[in-house]
């Protein structure tokens, strides 16, 4: 079967969406709460008492602030968020990790490490390398599709 380059893409993009979907990356937490916490972890990595803002959680997301809301809410029912003030600006509002609820989300960000750990071994560092490039590629264009 003949495939143009658009097809085979398309194609090659619901396959890669279905592998991710059927091994479930981030078992143990809904997925938008742990691609938030990724971030709020990735931030507490760099300077343990920060926070980061709901607002560049968004705009890091491209989440809607509606979803994003809901999200930290739920992570915070949890006990792995907790809001908090920076400054004297009382609209924004920041969210950092409950520490000594950590260990919640290092076992399920641990697991996807570990499905990372196979990508790279089924296909090679180059290819993941590649990977990286152009998903860093996408961002640096600000892609988005027309309607979103």
Excluded at 88 to 114: A, G, M, P, Q, T
Excluded at 118 to 135: L, M, P, R, S
């Amino acid at each position: 079967m003949y495939m143009n380059k658009k097809e085979e893409l398309l194609y090659s993009w619901v396959k890669l969406s279905t592998i991710i979907k059927n091994n479930r990356i981030t078992k143990g937490l809904m997925y938008n709460e742990a691609i938030i916490m990724l971030f709020v972890y990735n931030k507490y990595q760099k300077d343990r008492n920060s926070a980061i803002s709901i607002k560049e959680i968004i705009n890091e997301t491209k989440m809607l602030k509606s979803l994003v809301n809901r999200t930290v809410n739920s992570l915070e029912k949890k006990g792995l968020l907790v809001k908090c003030q920076v400054g004297n600006d009382k609209r924004l509002v920041y969210v950092k990790c409950v520490e000594k609820n950590l260990d919640i989300f290092l076992k399920v960000h641990n697991s996807s490490l570990n499905i990372a750990s196979k990508i790279i071994e089924v296909i090679g560092e180059d290819n993941v390398n590649a990977f990286i490039n152009i998903v860093k590629c996408f961002e640096e264009k600000n892609f988005s599709l027309p309607g979103n």
